[in-house]
């Protein structure tokens, strides 16, 4: 039922599904008289079943096999064989975003340990963050696509990115907030992605690439048991 249907219009929409569906029901017990025992049909519903069972069957085997995960080496060689492969359609950067009030008291020591990297500093600026933030996200430990920042900052990062180096410390003061961020390290669009962010497009690329030849030798393997067993025999015209 569509939504913000009103009630003479929702008994009209019923009654047209209602009457559609005995339509369709009309034609379609029609055509099955007029077309059973359809050579055509009967093969297409055949083949629809068969493919069917056996994308069922494939993916039964494969949550079995799946359960044998890649490993972190083997990602990492895949990373490290491949980098080219792998590129940043967008900035990313580590570094800490806090959001307060301007009124905030001890604004002054906030803005001087945002910039540090101390544990001193990272102590006290947690401990200020508790108390005062509207937001506080540390991410000095990976990787965040810029696009992730939109709506936390009144600033457009991905304009920004061409002068991060000089602009390391944001500080923007607006609506009665005061936003701080830092910029610890940074990667610009089109530079090959870090490992982290490269990872799960990494872990795609070889399941299915797993997937692909597990079902090749599951089907290989099939065929052979089939011959073994004498299920399947070829017949040629000798007569030719």
């Given at each position: 039922m569509p939504y913000g249907i009103s009630g003479s219009d929702s008994m009209r929409f019923v009654n047209e599904f209602v009457q559609k569906w005995l339509e369709e029901q009309a034609l379609y017990e029609k055509a099955e008289h007029n077309v059973r025992g359809d050579e055509k049909?009967?093969?297409?519903?055949?083949?629809?079943?068969?493919?069917?069972?056996?994308?069922?069957?494939?993916?039964?085997?494969?949550?079995?096999?799946?359960?044998?995960?890649?490993?972190?080496?083997?990602?990492?060689?895949?990373?490290?064989?491949?980098?080219?492969?792998?590129?940043?359609?967008?900035?990313?950067?580590?570094?800490?975003?806090?959001?307060?009030?301007?009124?905030?008291?001890?604004?002054?020591?906030?803005?001087?340990?945002?910039?540090?990297?101390?544990?001193?500093?990272?102590?006290?600026m947690e401990n200020y963050a508790f108390r005062n933030s509207v937001l506080y996200e540390y991410f000095y430990e990976h990787w965040l696509p810029v696009s992730e920042l939109e709506g936390k900052i009144i600033v457009n990062l991905a304009e920004l990115s061409n002068d991060f180096e000089k602009h390391r410390n944001i500080e923007v003061e607006y609506g009665g907030y005061c936003y701080l961020l830092h910029i610890d390290e940074y990667l610009l669009k089109g530079q090959e992605k870090p490992y982290d962010l490269a990872r799960h497009e990494i872990i795609n690329l070889l399941a299915n690439k797993r997937k692909v030849e597990f079902m090749n030798n599951v089907k290989k393997d099939l065929y052979n048991k089939s011959m073994e067993m004498g299920r399947i025999k070829y017949y040629y015209d000798e007569t030719k």
């Open positions: 049909i009967e093969r297409m519903v055949a083949e629809y079943r068969r493919t069917l069972v056996m994308n069922n069957y494939e993916r039964m085997l494969l949550l079995q096999k799946m359960k044998e995960e890649l490993t972190e080496e083997e990602l990492q060689e895949y990373y490290n064989e491949n980098k080219q492969l792998f590129i940043l359609e967008e900035p990313v950067i580590k570094g800490v975003l806090i959001k307060v009030p301007i009124e905030s008291p001890g604004l002054k020591d906030l803005k001087r340990w945002y910039k540090e990297k101390s544990d001193e500093a990272l102590e006290e």
